[in-house]
């Protein structure tokens, strides 16, 4: 590994936007209380999405965001398949100069007694038509960048607005959102449709009870902000890295500047265990991988090491009577493989349809469209957690370990890995043959199975709160 002072010689952030900007608002202000086709809850990737593809289709769009950009957000990693969303939305080049081109991803693998193999996963030999790469982002620079975006495109948006009530429609037909400033002053804007972008927050799941915490899975992480990490030699410079150990994984992404995100995603039952600062805990913690613990060992915190748990939950509603949910609002599993950003913009792109249905008042087009939008969003979030389930398991370990490509099924992965497991039939059918495997190979090691099973199912009933702060 080299040490390298960035893997880009690219500028953190383009000065200029190719878009003309408009007038951006005083973070104090508040909307005023004229009626809007669309109130967009959340100022992340997906609220912006939605919020500017709304307004390139000729609606009025308030959008409402409850922090102030720049603001921290950890998952830094993007998807290839995020890509062309990008340059649709006319932000490629921008994304491009702020981030570290990502050509794929390295896992290791340490099992005791053997030596530790790594293994690397390259965009490029993916199956399909997704891009052979991807970006890894600054957050608060690349939220701040669609954001502005949105802004260029006629969207009214707001900052430091936190929604406090959405009431059910009035006689008219309107829906009011009820925000407040920092200053608690309060605006109540009529809208014909309501998108809740609110990621984590959930506003509308929670304010209503929909959310329901994931049975299935449960994890806890601790993570922050690094300088002196080396990166992977050459073209694998930006690759996101994955290390397995006794607990859980890391993840190493690569961002500008020299700086390098790093955390671990542990069972909660580990994480409880704290008994030291967050940062003591956290290189502890990256130690018992010693391929990590190596990599780490001139490490420098550049930011607080924050932690956060029970991030695994999803909404028993994803649209109703004018509103729909986008992204985290409504399901988050794990941030393994990188989907929280992709899974966010693709399903506000994808929920545009249905926004543009609702507003002709068109009840059966509407039905139609968010019924499609549905199934569409629940097979993007299942051809990841299917993976996400198992990949602490001995077996899927070993599967990584050892890769094989017949009937191009490593293909098939590394396709998954790239935002595309639920593609062509081809792909799809060369997953199907990948979980076979799974189970074979599953049945070889029964008491290591059973056991990472039973810890699993042991750890979603656990309940363990810290900072919240997005994955």
Same mark, same amino acid.
């Given at each position: 590994?080299?040490?390298?002072?960035?893997?880009?010689?690219?500028?953190?952030?383009?000065?200029?936007?190719?878009?003309?900007?408009?007038?951006?608002?005083?973070?104090?202000?508040?909307?005023?209380?004229?009626?809007?086709?669309?109130?967009?809850?959340?100022?992340?990737?997906?609220?912006?999405?939605?919020?500017?593809?709304?307004?390139?289709?000729?609606?009025?769009?308030?959008?409402?965001?409850?922090?102030?950009?720049?603001?921290?957000?950890?998952?830094?990693?993007?998807?290839?398949?995020?890509?062309?969303?990008?340059?649709?939305?006319?932000?490629?080049?921008?994304?491009?100069?702020?981030?570290?081109?990502?050509?794929?991803?390295?896992?290791?693998?340490?099992?005791?007694?053997?030596?530790?193999?790594?293994?690397?996963?390259?965009?490029?030999?993916?199956?399909?038509?997704?891009?052979?790469?991807?970006?890894?982002?600054?957050?608060?620079?690349?939220?701040?960048?669609?954001?502005?975006?949105?802004?260029?495109?006629?969207?009214?948006?707001?900052?430091?607005?936190?929604?406090?009530?959405?009431?059910?429609?009035?006689?008219?037909?309107?829906?009011?959102?009820?925000?407040?400033?920092?200053?608690?002053?309060?605006?109540?804007?009529?809208?014909?449709?309501?998108?809740?972008?609110?990621?984590?927050?959930?506003?509308?799941?929670?304010?209503?009870?929909?959310?329901?915490?994931?049975?299935?899975?449960?994890?806890?992480?601790?993570?922050?902000?690094? @300088?002196?990490?080396? +990166?992977?030699?050459?073209? !694998?410079?930006?690759?996101? /890295?994955?290390? #397995? %150990?006794?607990?859980?994984?890391?993840?190493?992404?690569?961002?500008?500047?020299?700086?390098?995100?790093?955390?671990?995603?542990?069972?909660?039952?580990?994480?409880?265990?704290?008994?030291?600062?967050?940062?003591?805990?956290?290189?502890?913690?990256?130690?018992?991988?010693?391929?990590?613990?190596?990599?780490?060992?001139?490490?420098?915190?550049?930011?607080?090491?924050?932690?956060?748990?029970?991030?695994?939950?999803?909404?028993?509603?994803?649209?109703?009577?004018?509103?729909?949910?986008?992204?985290?609002?409504?399901?988050?599993?794990?941030?393994?493989?990188?989907?929280?950003?992709?899974?966010?913009?693709?399903?506000?792109?994808?929920?545009?349809?249905?926004?543009?249905?609702?507003?002709?008042?068109?009840?059966?087009?509407?039905?139609? @469209?968010?019924?499609? +939008?549905?199934?569409?969003? !629940?097979?993007?979030?299942? /051809?990841?957690? #299917? %993976?996400?389930?198992?990949?602490?398991?001995?077996?899927?370990?070993?599967?990584?370990?050892?890769?094989?490509?017949?009937?191009?099924?490593?293909?098939?992965?590394?396709?998954?890995?790239?935002?595309?497991?639920?593609?062509?039939?081809?792909?799809?059918?060369?997953?199907?043959?990948?979980?076979?495997?799974?189970?074979?190979?599953?049945?070889?090691?029964?008491?290591?199975?059973?056991?990472?099973?039973?810890?699993?199912?042991?750890?979603?009933?656990?309940?363990?709160?810290?900072?919240?702060?997005?994955?």
């Amino acid at each position: 590994m080299s040490a390298l002072a960035n893997p880009t010689d690219q500028p953190s952030r383009p000065t200029e936007s190719a878009a003309p900007q408009a007038s951006s608002f005083p973070p104090q202000a508040l909307p005023d209380t004229a009626v809007t086709d669309v109130v967009v809850i959340g100022g992340g990737p997906g609220g912006s999405t939605i919020a500017t593809l709304l307004a390139d289709a000729g609606h009025s769009v308030v959008q409402l965001e409850k922090a102030q950009h720049p603001r921290f957000h950890i998952g830094e990693s993007l998807l290839p398949n995020n890509l062309p969303i990008l340059e649709r939305l006319g932000v490629a080049d921008e994304v491009k100069a702020m981030g570290v081109r990502k050509a794929g991803a390295d896992f290791t693998c340490e099992v005791e007694g053997e030596s530790s193999v790594l293994q690397t996963f390259r965009f490029d030999r993916a199956l399909g038509d997704s891009p052979p790469h991807a970006w890894e982002i600054t957050r608060a620079q690349f939220d701040e960048l669609l954001f502005d975006n949105a802004r260029s495109h006629g969207v009214s948006a707001f900052e430091c607005c936190t929604v406090k009530q959405v009431e059910e429609r009035d006689a008219k037909g309107l829906l009011h959102v009820t925000c407040e400033n920092t200053a608690g002053e309060t605006s109540r804007v009529p809208a014909r449709y309501v998108v809740d972008a609110s990621g984590r927050d959930s506003f509308m799941a929670k304010k209503n009870r929909w959310q329901k915490k994931n049975t299935k899975h449960a994890s806890a992480a601790i993570f922050g902000h690094f @300088s002196d990490v080396p +990166y992977r030699d050459g073209d !694998d410079a930006g690759n996101i /890295s994955i290390y #397995w %150990f006794d607990q859980g994984w890391i993840w190493m992404i690569p961002l500008q500047n020299g700086r390098m995100s790093v955390g671990a995603v542990c069972w909660p039952d580990y994480l409880k265990l704290r008994d030291t600062d967050n940062e003591t805990f956290l290189r502890q913690t990256l130690a018992r991988s010693k391929a990590a613990g190596e990599r780490m060992r001139d490490a420098v915190a550049v930011e607080p090491i924050r932690a956060t748990g029970n991030y695994s939950y999803r909404s028993e509603r994803l649209y109703g009577d004018g509103y729909l949910l986008v992204g985290d609002a409504y399901a988050f599993v794990d941030p393994v493989f990188s989907s929280g950003v992709y899974l966010a913009m693709s399903s506000a792109e994808r929920a545009v349809d249905v926004v543009k249905a609702a507003l002709t008042q068109d009840t059966s087009a509407y039905r139609r @469209s968010a019924r499609t +939008y549905e199934q569409a969003v !629940d097979q993007k979030i299942s /051809s990841f957690t #299917w %993976f996400i389930y198992r990949f602490t398991t001995p077996t899927m370990r070993d599967l990584f370990r050892f890769p094989r490509n017949d009937w191009q099924i490593e293909q098939a992965v590394i396709s998954m890995l790239a935002g595309n497991g639920d593609g062509s039939a081809d792909i799809r059918k060369r997953l199907i043959a990948f979980r076979g495997i799974y189970q074979a190979n599953r049945l070889l090691r029964l008491p290591e199975t059973f056991n990472a099973w039973r810890r699993r199912r042991r750890n979603a009933k656990l309940k363990f709160e810290d900072e919240q702060v997005m994955l």
